[in-house]
């Protein structure tokens, strides 16, 4: 008797938004060997919120993205094409399986 189809595992979790332009701004960051302190000074943000924008644990306002980015020597533009493209190259989950049975519509007139 051949085995039951088993319903595929759970999808892979996909990355929140934060998590990757944090990613993108503590590697910058570190790229250029530079403290929480003098990027936080020079983008005029306390050095606590961009420990937490770093971690992912914050939503950024663009304004405060730009500024950091501008304080990193990089355009608002740079930082998100920077995130987008790793998006990109992270493997993507799977769609989920709809749980309904397709079949012929009929409406009534």
Do not use: C, N
């Not at 990613?23 to 420990?51: F, H």
């Not at 914050?58 to 995130?83: I, Q, R, T």
């Amino acid at each position: 008797m051949p085995a039951p189809a088993r319903e595929p595992g759970p999808a892979a979790k996909e990355p929140l938004w934060r998590d990757v332009v944090g990613d993108v701004l503590r590697g910058e960051r570190l790229a250029q060997e530079r403290t929480l302190k003098d990027v936080a000074d020079a983008a005029r943000i306390s050095m606590p919120y961009l420990s937490e924008l770093e971690r992912g644990r914050k939503e950024a306002s663009s304004e405060v993205l730009a500024a950091a980015a501008h304080a990193l020597g990089l355009a608002l533009p740079d930082l998100l094409s920077l995130a987008q493209s790793r998006l990109a190259g992270l493997p993507r989950a799977r769609p989920a399986r709809a749980s309904y049975q397709q079949g012929q519509v009929r409406l009534a007139a």
